[in-house]
């Protein structure tokens, strides 16, 4: 399986400065901000990117799980609320809240929410969020 990238370059002080997060495939290339993180800024967030990262892997898990139990969605549509705020010792994403509707012919609401926490435990994003990370850091004079 293919191993997927992005990078970010942050000029600056925490809350003056600013970055910029892009990866090769040309659809992330964008600026990011403290300001984003915090209020209603004009660029993107961590916490954004991560909630979009969520809401579609989510909804594919879904579609999988669905479509594997011989019920293969017509729609399915996830929204993802990343909560960001300070906490004891610095500030922390507190919360990931996952709302989604689907349509998909010949089961009930039962089913479909038993298929949506299914996905909600096995979606890659959702495990991901737990996973041990390695990090290399190289100083630069």
């Known amino acids: 399986m293919p191993v997927k990238t992005a ?3 942050w000029n600056g002080s925490l809350i003056e400065g ?14 990011y901000s403290w ?3 915090t209020e209603d800024g004009p660029t ?5 990117l991560i909630a979009a990262a969520h ?29 960001f705020g300070q906490v004891p010792g610095g500030f922390a994403i507190t919360g990931i809240a996952l709302s989604t509707e689907g349509q998909v012919p ?10 949506a926490e299914g ?3 096995g979606c890659p994003v959702s495990k991901a969020l737990s996973v ?6 190289k100083f630069l004079k």
């Open 106 to 115: 010949g089961i009930d609401e039962a089913a479909f929410k038993k298929a």
């Open 55 to 83: 809401a579609g892997c989510f909804s594919m898990a879904l579609a999988h799980g669905l479509a594997t139990a011989g019920h293969a969605p017509t729609k399915i549509h996830t929204t993802a609320k990343v909560t």
């Open 18 to 31: 600013k970055g910029h997060v892009k990866a090769p495939s040309g659809k992330i290339d964008t600026d």
């Open 132 to 137: 041990p990370i390695t990090l290399e850091s």
């Open 7 to 9: 990078e970010a370059v």
């Open 35 to 37: 300001k984003a993180r």
């Open 44 to 48: 993107t967030s961590p916490e954004e």
């Open 119 to 121: 996905a909600k435990a």
